[in-house]
């Protein structure tokens, strides 16, 4: 079972960066897409940013071109590095898993507990 611990938020004022971290453990004998997601107050949770095996990336429109998700897979980490930051970012941001099945789908299978972002304007 994979297991996620995702870091790295924090406050910054509009235009600034963050750089989340998530450590994956107990990764053993099967292959994942990683994802990260976010939820505002009173919003549903998003998806921002996927990359798949072959390290593919996909992005929210509303973040293409300021984020940028990676994967370092000799370390067992997946990052996102989010630059001009907006007040709209706000949110808390979840790592996920979604184990490949030929396919990335849609829903992920692991999460992690999230870490709070915060731009102020």
């Known amino acids: 079972q994979v297991q996620l611990t995702d870091s790295g938020g924090g406050s910054v004022q509009t235009g600034g960066s963050l750089r989340l971290s998530c450590g994956v453990s107990g990764y053993i004998g099967r292959r994942y897409c990683m994802a990260w997601f976010r939820q505002a107050p009173g919003k549903e949770r998003e998806e921002v940013a996927r990359i798949d095996i072959y390290d593919a990336t996909r992005y929210a429109d509303s973040v293409q071109g300021r984020f940028t998700i990676s994967r370092a897979n000799a370390e067992n980490a997946l990052y996102l590095q989010m630059n001009d930051l907006k007040p709209e970012d706000t949110a808390v941001y979840y790592c996920?898993?979604?184990?490949?099945?030929?396919?990335?789908?849609?829903?992920?299978?692991?999460w992690g507990k999230g870490t709070q972002v915060t731009v102020s304007s």
């Open positions: 996920a898993a979604l184990e490949y099945l030929g396919y990335c789908p849609r829903t992920p299978d692991v």
